[in-house]
């Protein structure tokens, strides 16, 4: 995003009119707290098998410590620019919430959540909501890539995103713990070349300006919600919700000891934390990976090499040092015989800390033994996420010509679940690339909280 731009936590779109009806998306506030806890409460049985599964009776999820310590949130990762919360205003009163989350400028892309009062839902207003989302998305915010986790019970979420021009690319499997268990969810994408002329928002409003048969929504109800939330609540949740962060360095995923990992049927083939003295090799492995590594290939060799200095090295080696939180997730070298052969790397934690993706590399001067040391890292990888990271899912994003990678993946049991659309995959490429992916054998873990 530009510097120029507003923060995220500050915007306010619309006002948009439908049918009659005037909606304007704003940021999410204390004072909200009433209304949104009347209409989910109310509506628990459209949302909650479509919602993130907890310990916590619905009720007790719709506190008002727990709506405080969300607008805190909410504002905190706004203003870092990783996500962009609104609650839904229709004439004026609250009637659900839209959110880009995961936003990742580098890569262009951004995930999309939505739920609407079922008082105003089947007049086009959660379209229209989603569509001026968009909008905003694909323009001040610079996206290229905008997806929609869909569950496939979810026959009005999907219909309604194929009428936005969403497209459905895979099946994620057992992609989401909702409604009590992992479940799959279809993966819904828009791309910046799909935006229709004038954007989302004018085409939904013309779309339903045809339909006249539609009819203008009520306004939600305005009802008694109690008194607002007391200073000593929100102080309370302050708190709460701050000790939380500092509780939240300390995790284990973020700084994990990662022990040596070898596999008894490749025993030559270990995974360790890197170090500083890998750095030499390192350069020398990645000038030799070149071709399958640097996403402009036919840029001069001297500008890669560039890139692979000593300096670049160690601050490769500092940016992962926290670990799987971090941007650049957990990194582990592959060594082979004891000697540096390439590297494994676990990122894109989500945000209930169970799926992630995976990327592999290895250094072509293995010659025959690519594949085996490819296979084995692999599989090291993933049974250490699964075994002591507690992940649930493990996906990887290959590109279609890349057979060598879909056959490694094959091998250790990832599945080919779709093909997503100029996605930007681990070397940097945005271009079409195949979605595979592994889950956890035993799913009987409860969510994390």
């Known amino acids: 995003m530009s510097d120029k731009q507003p923060s995220l936590s500050r915007i306010r779109l619309g006002p948009v009119v439908l049918h009659g009806a005037t909606v304007v998306l704003r940021p999410p506030r204390i004072a909200d707290h009433g209304q949104w806890r009347r209409i989910r409460l109310r ?24 709506w405080v310590r969300e607008c805190l949130a909410v504002r905190e990762e706004s203003r870092a620019g990783r996500r962009v919360a609104m609650v839904i205003e229709v004439d004026g ?60 019970a979810n026959v009005a979420t999907a219909s309604g995103a194929v009428r936005l021009g969403f497209q459905r690319e895979a099946m994620m499997t057992r992609y989401f713990d909702a409604g009590g268990a992992r479940r799959d969810h279809e993966l819904w994408a828009l791309t910046a070349a799909m935006v229709p002329p004038g954007g989302f928002a ?9 339909d006249r048969s539609a009819p203008r929504p009520l306004p939600p109800t305005a009802e008694r919600t109690g008194p607002p939330i007391d200073t000593g609540t929100v102080i309370a949740a302050a708190a709460r919700h701050y000790a939380g962060r500092v509780l939240h360095l300390m995790d284990p995923l973020r700084a994990p000891r990662v022990p040596p990992l070898s596999d008894r049927d490749q025993p030559r083939v270990v995974l360790r934390k890197r170090r500083l003295a890998d750095g030499r090799q390192w350069r020398a ?9 640097d996403p402009n290939a036919e840029a001069p060799h001297s500008t890669w090499a560039d890139a692979h200095t000593r300096g670049h090295w160690l ?24 000697a540096y052969a390439g590297e494994c790397r676990l990122f894109d934690l ?93 799913d009987t873990a409860s969510p994390r909280t």
């Open 43 to 66: 509506d628990r049985s459209q949302i909650e098998p479509f919602w993130s599964s907890s310990p916590l009776e619905w009720h007790e999820r719709h506190t008002a410590r727990l």
């Open 93 to 152: 009163r609250f009637a659900g919430q839209v959110e880009l989350i995961s936003i990742d400028t580098g890569t262009g892309s951004a995930e999309l959540g939505v739920w609407v009062d079922s008082e105003v839902a089947r007049h086009g207003i959660g379209g229209l909501a989603v569509a001026m989302v968009l909008d905003f998305g694909f323009g001040p915010v610079g996206l290229q890539r905008i997806t929609a986790p869909i569950s496939p």
């Open 315 to 338: 601050r490769e080696v500092l940016r992962s040092r926290p670990g799987l939180r971090s941007t650049a997730g957990l990194v582990l070298a592959i060594e082979v015989d004891g």
């Open 285 to 293: 492995a990645r000038l030799r990976a070149r071709a399958a590594l």
């Open 202 to 210: 004018a085409a939904w409003v013309r779309g339903h300006r045809a």
């Open 350 to 442: 989500d945000m209930f800390d169970r799926n992630a993706r995976m990327f592999v590399w290895t250094d072509p001067a293995l010659g025959g033994d690519t594949d085996r040391v490819r296979t084995a890292a692999t599989r090291l990888l993933v049974a250490y996420a699964f075994d002591a990271l507690g992940l649930c899912r493990i996906a990887t994003a290959i590109e279609p010509q890349d057979r060598d990678a879909a056959a490694v993946a094959a091998r250790i049991g990832m599945v080919r679940e779709g093909r997503m659309s100029r996605f930007v995959g681990a070397t940097g490429r945005r271009a079409d690339h195949d979605l595979w992916a592994v889950t956890v054998p035993d």
